[in-house]
């Protein structure tokens, strides 16, 4: 079985400082991960994705993410925050199998404090 | 520009009515999903297609249909059977079928049924 949970519906930052977006996911396979961020009334946009290669993913924007077997995590980060960040940012596992195994986390809402 | 559309925008029906959203990509992309987005809830997949005149249900398929006639087209019809049709509803495809293909989304449709 497959899972995926953010484990915060609103983050809130100042400008200039680190947002981290957490990530947790079980899965039964070796998993692809995914960020994806919505701006309102929009579509999804990828972030960055894990494949199983570098547990490092760097992706667009400044926005970074590492994959952590042993913690079962895919936690989002960026160093510096902008007012354009605010956005909705969903966490997605993925399996081989097929594609209805692809599963969204709830969306955690990002702030962006002048 | 490549890309996948959706259209209308916004939508409003009556309560007993069908209507039909329209899905188009020219990305060559085999794969085309459905997706239904409420508010503060995760993505949650209602059709999908892996390849033209075929197409899958996803987990919450209950009163909605699509078509897949075209490679190109992939529209989804919510009929009066859908109990609780009022929501946001998103188009993506996907260049394969595997779990590291990521998607790309249209714009989504905003659809209300009073």
């Known amino acids: 079985a497959q899972s995926v949970t953010q484990l915060d519906s609103h983050v809130s930052v100042s400008e200039g400082t680190p947002v981290l977006l957490r990530c947790n996911y079980s899965?039964?396979?070796?998993?692809?991960l995914f960020w994806y961020v919505q701006h309102p009334n929009k579509g999804l946009q990828l972030l960055l994705k894990y494949t199983s290669a570098a547990t490092l993913v760097k992706g667009i924007n400044g926005f970074e993410a590492e994959f952590k077997k042993s913690e079962t995590s895919f936690h989002l980060t960026k160093p510096s925050a902008h007012m354009s960040d605010a956005a909705e940012y969903f966490c997605?596992?993925?399996?081989?199998?097929?594609?209805?195994?692809?599963?969204f986390g709830s969306g955690t809402r990002l702030s962006i404090r002048p | 520009d490549g890309g996948i559309t959706q259209s209308p925008k916004y939508l409003f029906r009556k309560e007993g009515q069908n209507v039909t959203l329209s899905c188009e990509q020219n990305l060559n992309h085999d794969a085309m999903y459905w997706y239904r987005q409420d508010p503060g809830q995760g993505l949650r997949l209602i059709y999908y297609s892996q390849i033209v005149n075929d197409f899958q249900k996803g987990d919450i398929a209950e009163g909605y249909s699509v078509s897949r006639e075209k490679k190109e087209s992939f529209p989804l019809t919510v009929t009066s059977a859908q109990k609780n049709p009022t929501a946001f509803y998103l188009c993506?495809?996907?260049?394969?079928?595997?779990?590291?293909?990521?998607?790309?989304f249209g714009p989504g449709t905003r659809l209300t049924v009073t």
């Open positions: 993506a495809s996907s260049s394969g079928q595997g779990a590291s293909y990521e998607q790309y």
């Open positions: 899965s039964s396979y070796s998993p692809s």
């Open positions: 997605v596992v993925s399996s081989y199998s097929s594609a209805s195994k692809i599963i």
